[in-house]
């Protein structure tokens, strides 16, 4: 992963994405596009080499590697805030 292109707004992003596992749902929550929320999850797809969430059966569904990143996201995110 290469931190110098990670925003700190993309972890709010992320874990939204892995708690919602919508786009849709996702943007409404951060009161964003939906556009702008898969802009986002290209970025972290992209950062953490990893597809993140992948389409199941209509519903996104979880296929992140890195667990103990997602674990942890929460804390992370609540730091910032």
């Not at 290469?2 to 596992?21: A, M, P």
């Not at 786009?23 to 596009?33: D, F, P, W």
Request: hydrophobic fraction near 40%; include cysteine.
């Amino acid at each position: 992963m290469d931190n110098k292109r990670l925003d700190l707004n993309l972890l709010t992003t992320l874990e939204t994405l892995l708690l919602e596992q919508n786009v849709t749902k996702t943007a409404r929550r951060l009161h964003l596009s939906q556009p702008t929320v898969s802009a986002q999850l290209n970025r972290l797809r992209d950062l953490f080499d990893d597809p993140l969430l992948e389409q199941f059966q209509e519903k996104c569904v979880t296929v992140f590697r890195e667990k103990r990143v997602a674990l942890s996201l929460g804390n992370c995110v609540k730091a910032k805030s």
